[in-house]
């Protein structure tokens, strides 16, 4: 036998060129990313609250109101509601996070003639890298005006630009992806509509539940401190909504800090009662408020979400971390539709028969019998 010869790879000049095009396109489609993140950040909370936003939209629909007033009423109403807790909370929450902030100092103090904690404090230095922090953050707050005057008018123009893109997409979202669907086939059409039907409903779902039950949480530290007579009751309340929308760490780190925060400022009887609190409602919430609000919304694995959490917070910090499980519920759903198709099509891997093939082997002790026409 002769030698098998050589195979010789010839690639050609033209696809070299092409490969070397996609990678400097994805290079600067990264670099550009990179540097316009914060409109990213705009657009994908944009999206997220319009999707939380939409089913209030299709209620006034289906009551016979055209969507472009209920988009109205919607927002007007968001808008009194929000104007009216800013004008009524903000000023007192305001006094009592400056307050808490200034005491904050004297709270670490307390924390090391714990004897456990001094213990670990005199290992790890923790207590005194805390205090630092915390004094360090203090003299910022209260440092220079430019700095504080620059970081308000962004926080405004960024309220401004997401609210009005949310007010764009809740009014033009449709007739723009009807408009991208006219580049599809008409075979793929309404593949396309059921799939962005069920990522509305699940993603738009789990928004709107998830604000729903952080607003409960929210309220039910509120009250709780307010009758202990904690006296930043407010800021950590509001601090507990923020850190309720996020997925299992951030109700344990907010109740953490208000179980702390409440020990520390008003004594042990106090920090117990509010520890018992805590624990009763995660329990209350856990077993009949997420799964009576996030019946039909995103299930995840825990391992994902914390990869995800992980990943949004690296990129965008605390806004990263509230958006990366709408957007990773999102991708879930298209992934989910992939795993459908490709199972209709070849049969599920775990015992399921294969498309046209026979549920039982053909018997070979019976002699075959010629087809009759």
Same mark, same amino acid.
């Given at each position: 036998?002769?030698?098998?010869?050589?195979?010789?790879?010839?690639?050609?000049?033209?696809?070299?060129?092409?490969?070397?095009?996609?990678?400097?396109?994805?290079?600067?489609?990264?670099?550009?990313?990179?540097?316009?993140?914060?409109?990213?950040?705009?657009?994908?909370?944009?999206?997220?609250?319009?999707?939380?936003?939409?089913?209030?939209?299709?209620?006034?629909?289906?009551?016979?109101?055209?969507?472009?007033?209920?988009?109205?009423?919607?927002?007007?109403?968001?808008?009194?509601?929000?104007?009216?807790?800013?004008?009524?909370?903000?000023?007192?929450? !305001?006094?009592? $996070? &400056?307050? %808490?902030?200034?005491? #904050?100092? =004297?709270? @670490?103090?307390?924390?090391? +003639?714990?004897?456990? *904690?001094?213990?670990?404090?005199?290992?790890?230095?923790?207590?005194?890298?805390?205090?630092?922090?915390?004094?360090?953050?203090?003299?910022?707050?209260?440092?220079?005006?430019?700095?504080?005057?620059?970081?308000?008018?962004?926080?405004?123009?960024?309220?401004?630009?997401?609210?009005?893109?949310?007010?764009?997409? !809740?009014?033009? $979202? &449709?007739? %723009?992806?009807?408009? #991208?669907? =006219?580049? @599809?086939?008409?075979?793929? +059409?309404?593949?396309? *509509?059921?799939?962005?039907?069920?990522?509305?409903?699940?993603?738009?779902?789990?928004?709107?539940?998830?604000?729903?039950?952080?607003?409960?949480?929210?309220?039910?530290?509120?009250?709780?401190?307010?009758?202990?007579?904690?006296?930043?009751?407010?800021?950590?309340?509001?601090?507990?909504?923020?850190?309720?929308?996020?997925?299992?760490?951030?109700? %344990?780190?907010?109740? #953490?800090?208000?179980?702390?925060?409440?020990?520390?400022?008003?004594?042990?009887?106090?920090?117990?009662?509010?520890?018992?609190?805590?624990?009763?409602?995660?329990?209350?919430?856990?077993?009949?408020?997420?799964?009576?609000?996030?019946?039909?919304?995103?299930?995840?694995?825990?391992?994902?979400?914390?990869?995800?959490?992980?990943?949004?917070?690296?990129?965008?910090?605390?806004?990263?971390?509230?958006?990366?499980?709408?957007?990773?519920?999102?991708?879930?759903?298209?992934?989910?539709?992939?795993?459908?198709?490709?199972?209709?099509?070849?049969?599920?891997?775990?015992?399921?028969?294969?498309?046209?093939?026979?549920?039982?082997?053909?018997?070979?002790?019976?002699?075959?019998?010629?087809?009759?026409?």
């Amino acid at each position: 036998m002769r030698p098998a010869e050589p195979v010789e790879l010839r690639i050609r000049a033209r696809t070299i060129w092409m490969v070397a095009l996609n990678v400097l396109g994805l290079v600067a489609a990264v670099t550009v990313l990179r540097r316009v993140s914060f409109v990213v950040t705009w657009v994908l909370v944009a999206l997220v609250l319009a999707l939380a936003l939409d089913p209030a939209v299709s209620w006034l629909e289906r009551k016979k109101v055209r969507r472009g007033f209920g988009v109205v009423l919607v927002a007007v109403g968001l808008l009194a509601f929000l104007g009216g807790v800013g004008a009524t909370v903000a000023p007192m929450a !305001l006094d009592q $996070g &400056r307050a %808490l902030a200034e005491k #904050a100092p =004297e709270l @670490v103090d307390k924390l090391q +003639r714990n004897e456990g *904690l001094a213990a670990l404090d005199a290992r790890f230095d923790i207590l005194e890298r805390a205090k630092s922090e915390v004094g360090s953050g203090a003299k910022l707050a209260a440092g220079s005006l430019f700095a504080v005057v620059g970081s308000v008018a962004y926080g405004v123009t960024g309220t401004v630009t997401v609210f009005v893109l949310t007010i764009f997409m !809740l009014l033009y $979202g &449709r007739p %723009l992806v009807g408009s #991208a669907l =006219e580049w @599809v086939s008409p075979d793929r +059409r309404p593949r396309l *509509l059921e799939l962005g039907r069920r990522t509305r409903k699940s993603v738009g779902g789990y928004v709107a539940g998830s604000l729903i039950i952080a607003s409960i949480g929210g309220v039910v530290s509120g009250v709780t401190l307010l009758v202990l007579g904690v006296p930043y009751f407010l800021p950590l309340a509001l601090l507990m909504i923020v850190l309720g929308i996020i997925p299992y760490i951030g109700p %344990l780190l907010g109740g #953490a800090l208000i179980v702390g925060t409440t020990f520390l400022s008003s004594g042990v009887r106090s920090g117990v009662i509010a520890l018992v609190v805590f624990v009763a409602y995660q329990q209350l919430e856990n077993e009949i408020l997420q799964p009576l609000v996030q019946r039909k919304t995103i299930r995840m694995n825990p391992l994902i979400i914390a990869l995800v959490m992980l990943a949004g917070t690296a990129y965008a910090g605390i806004v990263g971390a509230l958006l990366a499980l709408p957007v990773a519920g999102a991708v879930q759903v298209v992934l989910q539709d992939v795993l459908e198709r490709r199972k209709a099509r070849y049969g599920d891997a775990n015992g399921d028969e294969q498309p046209g093939a026979s549920a039982e082997p053909p018997d070979r002790s019976r002699p075959m019998r010629p087809a009759t026409t």
